[in-house]
């Protein structure tokens, strides 16, 4: 084996480990999003469709909006194989983490213009993306938007392929349209993208006609399910949930589209929250922002001259979508230009270590720079995210399901006001029979799947667990557990309606989270 | 052509001073910057075209630097005397909550390791204070908040100098020499200092990069249509 080789196994091997160590605890819970998946893959592996009945579906209806399919269809394979468990939810987004170092391999190898420089800048290409807050932390959630990003990868690799040989541009374009059946962000991306890359390599496919037809044809071919549903309302519900469409200002575009260009909010922190990196941690380290003025000012130099073009139309083309949103800087949705920095960073890394003469010395500043990088995101993500935002991933839930053990034979009342991923978390973790579940939520589908009018609040009746909002009239039930979190009820509330405290839940945060009381009904006050 | 490119360069080059006081005083900020800071504003005019001449042109001689250097000090002490507060990097009676909180989990998952006394001191001390001067530090950088920015009064560029903003900066960053280098890491060293709004002091560095944009457009225009 050569030396290369064994620092990209290496690599690959560290990759693996920072994406899969602890992959079922933390985050400590389970999200709406990442429950959706598990449990429409449970139920496709037992009755052929998803949780409310539909034969496998182009987008997946789910909680007031539609899930891209490819994870869906693909997380079959891991809950078959190892149950209905958080780790197998989440197994595609870490694969497609590992996959993403190896495509930024394959594609350094090809943008750099030295063959001399090609092994080094290769491996510290992928070494950045294996080390990367942004690369690590969306591998450890069901989010789609690793997977997109992975796919996208290996289409762009597919592209740049093409440029010197045509026959990989059919996969290429494969590739780039299964991207938007991955995430969203793709479907305008790989849109807008196919069209102008032709145009700005026509001479190198001029003699190559029929190739690229072909390759259109296999776009166009994989894009047909969005075109089944494209007047529905469901392919564009997403964006009519976040995006600013109806309201749509150039400057407030141009004003969210250059966020993704500052410097602060790539190598700083931007604040906590789901489609942000964990607690004090940019998209990448702080230490890499030197770096990335280097590449910056070094990248025309190293980079092979034909790819220039290619290069500046993707970050160009990239944010866009994110930028249709109405929110501001939302690195989930604009993966695609992350993972591009990447490349900018390690030709900064590779000029600075191409200054240093001794070997050893280098071999010594990238472990350095690598233990620093992996102690600060062990920091903020293996302790400050497990604890802080526990909350978003439902772990209170996880906990009260073990205490639930307890009450096996009591009726049991959740309140899902604020959470209404609850009955589908348990559904998916005590394997709830999917059929009994269509049956349950076969009213959601008046109107039809696909009109984009979904009700966010489900009813879930899971056995001896009932899963709704709370009302009032429910104190009326008799001999029933109500649990609710501390916004449900007051001990006033409490006390005013007989309720008598059974057990309380603490998050790991060490924050109470969750109340239960029985039901305990007075005459005068259920008489009505 | 190129001895036509040579000659538009030289036309321009006499008037860089012209196009420095035009890009220091078309913005609405320079009026507020003027009169809120006036040492800070004329400093900063000076060693802008000091530091231009000094690293973006042919006049690069010792006096230049001499002066530039001079003209620097002035900026770092007005930036001082003005903007610095170094009691910003002390944590807030809600940040020392966090902080405190933040103890048990780093117990809860380092154990040892975190509870001896230079772990301790590193994230009850050192960490966020380094954490708060980095956040300070990240305004300057923030390329969103020149052009729209909403916390940041002083510094708001017209959204039709983006390109050429983006292209003097890049300029900017290219042609940088050693000397510039130093400059930019103290300017960048001073905003760690400064809460929230640390870009004004990037302030002198805006307008080299206005003028090396502007002038690279006004080059490209002249070769096209002399």
């Known amino acids: 084996m050569t030396k290369k080789a064994f620092l990209f196994i290496l690599i690959v091997a560290l990759a693996a480990f920072l994406r899969f160590y602890m992959l079922g605890s933390i ?25 409310y009945g539909q034969s496998f579906p182009i987008l ?15 997380t079959i394979i891991p809950v078959y194989f190892l149950g209905n468990t958080v780790f197998a939810a989440r197994f595609w987004d870490g694969l497609f983490g590992v996959i993403l170092v190896g495509a930024t391999y394959f594609v350094s190898t090809i943008l750099i213009k030295e063959k001399r420089l090609k092994a080094s800048y290769a491996l510290i290409s992928s070494l950045v993306i294996a080390l990367s807050p942004w690369a690590i932390f969306y591998s450890r959630l069901t989010a789609e938007g690793t997977l997109g990003v992975g796919i996208f990868a290996i289409s762009i690799l597919c592209l740049l392929l093409s440029i010197n040989k045509v026959k990989y541009f059919p996969l290429a374009t494969f590739f780039l349209a299964l991207s938007t059946h991955a995430y969203y962000s793709e ?46 309302g469901a392919l564009t519900k997403r964006l009519d949930q976040v995006g600013s469409l109806g309201t749509f200002n150039f400057f407030d575009f141009i004003k969210r589209y250059l966020m993704y260009y500052s410097p602060r909010n790539l190598f700083f922190d931007t604040g906590k929250g789901l489609g942000r990196i964990s607690p004090e941690m940019g998209v990448y380290y702080t230490v890499f922002l030197p770096l990335f003025f280097v590449g910056l000012v070094n990248f025309k130099k190293l980079i092979d001259r034909s790819y220039h073009r290619f290069f500046v139309l993707l970050i160009l083309i990239t944010p866009v979508s994110a930028a249709l949103t109405s929110d501001g800087f939302y690195p989930l949705r604009a993966l695609d230009l992350i993972w591009l920095y990447g490349f900018v960073i390690s030709v900064g890394l590779l000029v600075f270590l191409m200054k240093l003469t001794k070997y050893w010395i280098k071999v010594a500043l990238v472990f350095v720079l690598s233990a620093s990088c992996i102690f600060s995101f062990y920091v903020s993500y293996f302790v400050l995210f497990k604890y802080e935002l526990s909350r978003s991933y439902g772990n209170e839930y996880m906990l009260l399901l073990k205490k639930l053990d307890e009450y096996k034979g009591r009726s049991i009342l959740i309140d899902s006001t604020r959470d209404p991923g609850v009955g589908l978390r348990y559904a998916y973790l005590t394997k709830y029979d999917p059929v009994d579940l269509q049956k349950q939520l076969s009213s959601q589908m008046t ?31 008799r001999d029933t557990i109500i649990i609710g979190d501390p916004a449900t009820f007051s001990q006033e509330q409490a006390k005013e309606h007989n309720l008598k405290f059974e057990f309380e839940i603490w998050r790991i945060d060490v924050e109470k989270s969750l109340v239960a009381y029985s039901t305990n009904p007075t005459k005068e006050q259920c008489s009505n | ?54 690293c973006f042109s042919t006049l690069d001689r010792r006096v230049v630097r001499i002066f530039m250097v001079a003209s620097f000090c002035g900026v770092a002490a007005s930036s001082v005397i003005y903007f610095v507060k170094p009691s910003t990097l002390l944590p807030t009676s809600s940040e020392e909550v966090i902080i405190n909180k933040r103890q048990v989990f780093f117990v809860y998952e380092m154990g040892k ?11 009850d001390v050192v960490k966020p204070v380094v954490y708060k001067y980095m956040i300070n530090v990240s305004s300057v950088f923030d390329l969103a908040s020149y052009f729209s920015g909403n916390s940041n009064v002083f510094l708001r560029l017209f959204f039709i100098f983006l390109p050429v903003f983006v292209v003097g900066s890049y300029q900017f960053l290219t042609r940088l020499k050693s000397i510039g280098w130093i400059c930019v890491f103290v300017l960048v060293f001073l905003s760690g200092f400064i809460d929230g709004g640390g870009s004004i002091i990037f302030y002198p560095l805006i307008i080299i990069s206005l003028v090396l944009g502007l002038k690279r457009a006004l080059s490209s225009f002249a070769n096209k249509y002399d």
Not at chain 1, 27 to 51: C, L, M, V, W
Not at chain 2, 113 to 123: D, M, P
Request: glycine content about 4%; aromatic content about 18%; charged content about 15%.
């Open chain 1, 187 to 232: 479907r305008v991306i790989a849109v807008v993208f196919l069209p102008l890359f032709l145009l700005l390599y026509r001479k190198n496919f001029k003699k190559n006609v029929r190739v690229v037809i072909a390759g259109l044809l296999v776009f166009v071919v994989i894009m047909l399910p969005h075109l089944a549903i494209l007047t529905t």
């Open chain 2, 1 to 54: 052509m190129g001895n036509k490119k040579k000659q538009n360069l030289q036309k321009l080059g006499k008037s860089d001073l012209v196009l420095f006081i035009l890009v220091a005083t078309m913005f609405p900020w320079t009026w507020n910057i003027s009169t809120s800071y006036p040492l800070f504003f004329i400093t900063s005019l000076v060693f802008s075209y000091l530091f231009y001449l000094s």
């Open chain 1, 60 to 74: 997946f209806r789910s909680f007031g909006s539609y899930q891209p399919p490819v994870l869906t269809y693909l």
């Open chain 1, 27 to 51: 985050p400590a819970g389970i999200h709406a999003d990442e429950e959706s998946h598990g449990y429409n893959a449970f139920s496709i592996i037992q009755t052929g469709k998803d949780r």
């Open chain 1, 447 to 477: 109107p039809s799947y696909y009109s984009g009018e979904v009700k966010r609040n489900e009813v879930y009746s899971l056995g001896n667990i009932l899963v709704r909002p709370f009302s009032w009239n429910d104190a009326c039930l």
């Open chain 2, 113 to 123: 390791v975190f509870s001896n006394r230079f772990s301790l001191f590193y994230f």
